[in-house]
T-cell receptor, first 110, second 110 residues
Framework: DAGVTQSPTHLIKTRGQQVTLRCSPK?????VSWYQQALGQGPQFIFQ???????QRGNFPDRFSGHQFPNYSSELNVNALLLGDSALYLC?????????FGSGTQLSVL | DQQVKQNSPSLSVQEGRISILNCDYT??????FLWYKKYPAEGPTFLIS?????DKNEDGRFTVFLNKSAKHLSLHIVPSQPGDSAVYFC?????????FGTGTSLTVIP
């Protein structure tokens, strides 16, 4: 049973560019959440998708958008990248209360 | 506004002794609490959880205590092992969104 998988594992972009990160949830999980973890900080909630709709959103600007597909996989898109967007982006899938995380995508914005 | 706080960035413990990691929260609406463990280059891994209707939950060497009146929870690891060395995050939820602390880096000294 595969866990949560994310791609790519590492990414380097320049300011102003756009990026798309991908996530496949754990088998049987229908809810996907995205988190941003800056260096030395805990994961910060970006948004959550359920039944292909954004169900809840954290305190992130509209440059951060997402999508969930019928197979429950999800994408996180970030437009007009800023240096401050450099972080580890974690995808988590859930069934009821527990979150199960992928290994993350390390994004560096130069 | 940090709703979940871990005030100790690091902790060192001798192998075989007890490790106690602490976490405080501010939102009385939180009703579910979790601890995650994170190794470098990996996503957080679920460790143990507790519902607000309980004050203690035990799983092997790991026990989580919840003091609702003090808005405080703690994770006890007994006995501590070198493989427990990692960053530990506490998280709290009152619905679909999880709030994470900034983590405590535990080092278990052989």
């Amino acid at each position: 049973d595969a866990g949560v998988t994310q791609s790519p594992t590492h990414l380097i972009k320049t300011r102003g560019q756009q990026v798309t990160l991908r996530c496949s949830p754990k088998s049987g999980h229908d809810t996907v959440s995205w988190y941003q973890q800056a260096l030395g900080q805990g994961p910060q909630f970006i948004f959550q998708y359920y039944e292909e709709e954004e169900r809840q959103r954290g305190n992130f600007p509209d440059r951060f958008s997402g999508h969930q597909f019928p197979n429950y996989s999800s994408e996180l898109n970030v437009n007009a990248l800023l240096l401050g967007d450099s972080a580890l982006y974690l995808c988590a899938s859930s069934l009821r209360e527990k979150l199960f995380f992928g290994s993350g995508t390390q994004l560096s914005v130069l | 506004d940090q709703q979940v706080k871990q005030n100790s960035p690091s902790l060192s413990v001798q192998e075989g002794r007890i490790s106690i990691l602490n976490c405080d929260y501010t939102n009385s609406m939180f009703d579910y609490f979790l601890w995650y463990k994170k190794y470098p280059a990996e996503g957080p891994t679920f460790l143990i959880s507790i519902s607000s209707i309980k004050d203690k939950n035990e799983d092997g060497r790991f026990t989580v205590f919840l003091n609702k009146s003090a808005k405080h929870l703690s994770l006890h690891i007994v006995p501590s092992q070198p493989g427990d060395s990692a960053v530990y995050f506490c998280a709290a939820s009152g619905g679909n969104q999880f709030y994470f602390g900034t983590g405590t880096s535990l080092t278990v000294i052989p």
